[in-house]
């Protein structure tokens, strides 16, 4: 397609008026509509529309709005959103007493000049110190998880001139090149080979494993910097360790002077219903990762914030040797920041996913014994995942439930899991509409596939 300005400018000005009108009229609907599909499949990539597993029966795909435990449509339909944007929406959607703060500060400043020092980073740098555990101390602020993780791999090296990293089979750090390194899964791997160097993957809730790798490396002569972990792995499936993991690679890191790396962009901001996943088991990391529900689920923002002895005369003396985002810690992501964690700690969001999540643990335990396909309910507060015989059958639950007016996801890492990540702000009522709603789907997959108790044992 050859450059054609003047038709750039009438489709900006087409959106730009879409998005000042507070209702659009049928027609500009089904325009939106038919733009959507035809934009992403000239201009975007064909597979996004080939490839939404739970919206596929749907007609009615683009969303449009949204507003704490739920998103709406462009026609108007409403879904209960237990997918949470994989863990973003943890306060709820565009909650009001995050927003307010939001729109204020866009009101003053939105970005800064880069050049004088904007108070907010400040503060919210203090604010982390605060509320993570033992004497994390020092924030760096990027725009994603990767680029995050990719923060925390760098620091690792750059404070001990160590060079090699340990990460877990099945882990999920991200795509970036390093970040993607780490990862645990040979799909996002192979096409990016040879990576970064110096990388072992071991098996993940094995302490033995890493410690093994660990001596072995520095049997031949390697150096380790840094191992990188997420306390439940999130996109594997949500796989819980057994009791006492992290504390055991606690020991061993120090044994062996390795950085710890905790990867807490989907567990942390209370999703398994303490503020950290580390907290639960008493377990402070040398580098703790954060991202995901950290904006509030209005701003990007992700960060690492690290322990003193990390943060070198070097990273002293020359702050951009790390990192220097253009975007990273900006007023606006900042102050959506602050305002999620004032209302985390305010209305002890960690606190309220542990209660809730108990609860809707109870009630998907008691569908469990009722459905043969269900054949695994496991996570903790509000990062659960329920699996099925095959991937088929989850997508089957996926759309049944999409067509009820309930959102969940499928997890990249495994596709027979379903993932349920609401909003920590779900009442108590919506939670018995989720479970009214799974049962019947559940019903209807068992009929779909002609699934017993039987024919399930028979597959074990
Ligand atoms: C544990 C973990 N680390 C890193 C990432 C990557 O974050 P992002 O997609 O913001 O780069 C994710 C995203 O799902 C994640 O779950």
């Known amino acids: 397609m050859k450059s054609n300005k003047s038709a750039a400018l009438t489709e900006a000005k087409k959106i730009c008026e879409f998005i000042l009108k507070d209702e659009l009229n049928d027609e500009e609907k089904d325009q939106l509509v038919q733009d959507s599909i035809n ?56 909650n009001p007493e995050i927003l307010k703060y939001v729109q204020a500060q866009l009101n003053r400043y939105a970005l800064h000049s880069q050049e004088l020092i904007d108070p907010l980073r400040g503060y919210l740098a203090k604010i982390m110190a605060l509320c993570t555990p033992g004497d994390l101390q020092y924030a760096f602020f990027c725009n994603g998880g990767a680029e995050a993780n990719e923060m925390a791999l760098k620091l690792a090296r750059l404070a001990t001139g160590k060079k090699y990293y340990i990460s877990t089979v099945g882990a999920f750090h991200g795509k970036s090149l390093g970040a993607v390194s780490m990862t645990g899964k040979g799909t996002y791997r192979k096409p990016y080979l040879p990576m970064i160097q110096g990388v072992q993957h071991v098996e993940y809730g094995n302490a033995e494993a890493a410690e093994a790798a660990i001596k072995n490396l520095i049997a031949v002569g390697e150096s380790v910097a840094g191992m990188i972990v997420e306390p439940i792995q999130g996109e594997a499936g949500i796989v819980i360790p057994p009791e006492g993991y992290l504390k055991q690679l606690r020991e061993i890191c120090d044994k062996y002077d390795v950085v710890l790396i905790f990867d807490e962009i ?98 998907l335990k008691e569908l469990q014994e009722k459905h043969p396909v269900l054949v695994e309910v496991r996570g903790k507060g509000f990062l659960i995942g329920l699996d099925y ?24 890492n495994s596709s027979k899991t379903n993932r349920i990540e609401p909003p920590g702000i779900l009442t108590y009522e919506t939670m018995d509409i989720i479970v009214e709603k799974l049962d019947e789907t559940l019903t209807e997959v068992e009929e779909e596939f002609s699934i017993t108790w039987k024919s399930v044992a028979a597959t074990k």
């Open 266 to 363: 989907q567990t942390g901001m209370g999703r398994t219903g303490t503020m950290w996943a580390c907290e639960a088991e008493d377990v402070v990391p040398d580098i703790l990762v954060y991202g995901k529900a950290f904006g509030g689920g209005i701003m990007p923002i992700t960060g690492i914030i690290a322990r003193p002895h990390l943060w070198t005369d070097d990273i002293k003396e020359n702050p951009w040797i790390l990192g220097s985002p253009t975007f990273g810690g900006n007023p606006l992501a900042c102050s959506a920041a602050i305002a999620t964690l004032k209302y985390s700690l305010e209305n002890d969001i960690p606190g309220q996913i542990k209660e809730k999540g108990e609860y809707l643990m109870g009630k």
């Open 39 to 94: 934009n992403f499949n000239e201009n975007v990539n064909p597979g996004w529309l080939a490839y939404r597993k739970s919206v596929s029966t749907n007609a009615a795909f683009v969303e449009w709005e949204d507003s704490m435990e739920s998103f709406k449509d462009l026609y108007g339909n409403e879904f209960i959103d237990c997918l949470g944007g994989f863990g973003i929406y943890t306060c709820g959607h565009r």
């Open 389 to 412: 015989p095959t991937p088929e059958m989850g997508w089957a639950v996926s759309k049944g439930l999409f067509k009820r007016g309930v959102m969940t996801g499928g997890t990249l």
